[in-house]
């Protein structure tokens, strides 16, 4: 089915289980079906039973494909008993021999992103990290499915949303710092938001500033990925920063060049998770043009704020991407609580 027909189809959906609700929003019904149950929806609890959380109230719920074990998750973990990829063999488990001299090697601030609330590698098995386990989970297996089940571009994973401050820089980073808890997985984050340089971008989150990235690639064909890319001094982690000084970033960014970039990063890294964090779909017009590069896409909505509406624009905006996952973010945990939580289902 065609991306067209299909994203009617999704909104359509939505519509119906909104006026079914009641006319709640979506938002407001994934909220109700936490704050009822704390449990998955139906569906994911057959798929796949939620492994032991720290509390009974654990919200991140994606449902896996059935006939796919969900093994207890001790962290860290040396393997990733649920991980669908063959192993990777001869990734260096510390930076190249070339030193990083071509991109640097950056220090990640995990005492800054730990006192943000967001997931270190090798950290505690807090509620956000079983949140962002059950996340990654049905996208990895997207990622890396095999034969009839492969999805063209699937290891690249675009995180947006309708409107600013929904949570995507958030979502991004702690996508990406769950999935290189899983050691022979690499992840490279991809800051394609050169709207935000404040330190709530991602790249601000994790204490990296940098000149050149994503942008100056994208202007100027003769500049080389490798020479923006920033390894990291989390060995399996690599960093794609948005780049500055270029003369009409948005046009740029919104451009052919950029989406045959972005193919051009999925098949070159076919090995590797590529998360790219985006600014807001009705804000601009770049995450529209990136969907229909990317195999995979996961849409941020904020409790009790993105409105039904502004999520059916931004679907339909985002209609080249067959693949859509929803994150019901900032969700209260428990009541006057001031804990946030993330919670995913698919689409
Ligand atoms: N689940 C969460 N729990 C607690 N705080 C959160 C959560 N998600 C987002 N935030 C906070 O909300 C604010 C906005 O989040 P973030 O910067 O990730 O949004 P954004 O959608 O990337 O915004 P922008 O469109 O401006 O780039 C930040 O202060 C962030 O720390
Ligand atoms: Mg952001």
Redesign the pocket.
């Known amino acids: 089915m065609s991306s067209e027909a299909r994203v009617p189809g999704l909104i359509q959906r939505a519509a119906d289980r909104a006026r079914s609700d009641g006319g709640a929003s979506l938002v407001e019904k994934a909220a109700q079906r936490i704050a009822a149950t704390g449990m998955p929806p139906p569906a994911a609890a057959s798929a796949a039973p939620a492994p032991a959380a720290p509390t009974p109230a654990a919200p991140a719920v994606v449902p896996a494909p059935s006939g796919v074990e969900t093994p207890p998750a001790p962290a860290p973990r040396p393997a990733a008993a649920d991980d669908p990829r063959p192993p990777v063999s001869g990734r260096p488990a510390a930076p190249s021999a070339d030193g990083g001299r071509r991109g640097g090697i950056v220090q990640i601030d995990q005492v800054r992103l730990q006192l ?2 967001c997931i270190v590698p090798a950290g505690e098995r807090t509620q ?1 990290v079983e949140e962002f386990r059950l996340i990654k989970r049905p996208l990895l297996l997207k990622a890396f499915a095999t034969d009839d089940q492969r999805t063209r571009n699937g290891n690249l994973i675009m995180v947006t ?1 309708a ?12 996508l990406a710092m769950s999935m290189v808890s899983e050691h022979d997985l690499n992840v490279l984050l991809v800051d394609a ?1 050169m ?2 340089t ?1 330190e ?3 790249m601000g ?1 994790l204490g990296v500033t940098a000149e050149k990235g994503l942008l100056n690639v994208v202007a100027d064909p003769s500049t080389d990925l490798a020479d923006v890319l920033k390894r990291t001094d989390i060995p399996n982690l690599t960093l794609l920063p948005a780049g500055t000084d270029v003369m009409n970033p948005t046009e740029l960014l919104a451009s052919n060049r950029m989406g045959q970039l972005v193919e051009e990063l999925a098949e070159r890294y076919p090995d590797r998770v590529i998360i790219i ?1 985006t ?2 779909v009705l ?1 601009t017009s770049e995450p529209s043009v990136l969907a229909m590069h990317v195999g995979q896409l996961l849409f ?1 909505v ?1 409790a009790e704020k993105t409105s039904q509406k502004a999520i059916e624009s931004a679907l339909t905006l985002l209609g080249g991407c067959q693949n859509i996952n929803l994150v019901l ?2 969700a209260k945990m428990e009541a006057g609580g001031d ?4 919670y995913s289902y698919y689409y």
């Open positions: 943000a609330g956000i949303s409107r600013p401050g929904e949570g995507k820089s958030h979502t991004a980073v702690n938001d709207h935000n404040s709530h971008s991602s989150m964090d600014p807001p804000a941020v904020e973010n900032k804990r946030f939580g993330a």
